[in-house]
């Protein structure tokens, strides 16, 4: 095999520099580049095939780490709106538990001044029972007092005196029931 050797920068085989232009004007002619094996041309083809596959695979990796990330903050805002419905609803159903709440107490209040009012009314009518029956027992105390100050009257020693005389005065011819009848004042002055 044959190793081709470089030549140095201002040397060219076939197109000899022409008088009056520049190094960088000069254009080599295709010829002028060393012939290229076929296997360093294919090792070449394949480390570039091979970079531009890496890179697609790198630009592959990059989109889908962005779609993982935007499919991570697309499962991170569903959950804040979990989240904040969660929240939502709990706060509904904290909000309907106070005015149930709030409705059982008034209920509460409304059974009590009820209560209260019941109350009232049984100690209004207890009182009145209880004036009632004093009242009765008033009356029914001074009918006593009645009773014994006639029984008292009865047993006066001056009474009896008077009704002595009269029982000696009574004729024989009366009844029973006359004789147990009180003697009336008329006939007592006789």
């Known amino acids: 095999p044959r190793i081709w050797c470089y030549a140095p920068d201002d040397y060219h085989r076939s197109t000899p520099p022409k008088p009056g232009t520049d190094k960088a004007e000069q254009h080599p002619h295709p010829l002028d580049e060393p012939p290229r094996i076929e296997e360093e041309i294919r090792r070449e083809d394949e ?15 990059v989109r ?22 969660e929240e939502d609803r709990k706060e509904e159903e904290l909000e309907v538990q106070r005015e149930e709440e709030l409705d059982v107490r008034r209920e509460e209040e409304t059974r009590e001044e009820k209560l ?6 049984e100690l209004e009518v207890r009182k009145e029972e209880e004036r009632k029956e004093a009242e009765v027992w008033r009356v029914e105390e001074e009918k006593e007092k009645k009773k014994k100050r006639k029984k008292r009257f009865w047993r006066l020693p001056s009474f009896l005196k008077a009704a002595r ?3 000696k005065r009574i004729c024989r011819g009366q009844t029973k029931e006359q004789l147990t009848e009180s003697p009336s004042p008329a006939s007592s002055t006789n």
């Open 47 to 61: 480390r570039s095939e091979g970079e531009l596959e890496v890179q697609r695979e790198e630009e592959l990796d």
């Open 64 to 85: 889908r780490e962005e779609e993982t990330r935007e499919e991570k903050l697309e499962v991170q805002r569903e959950e804040d709106l979990e989240v904040r419905r």
């Open 116 to 121: 209260e009012v019941q109350r009232e009314e």
């Open 165 to 167: 005389k009269h029982l």
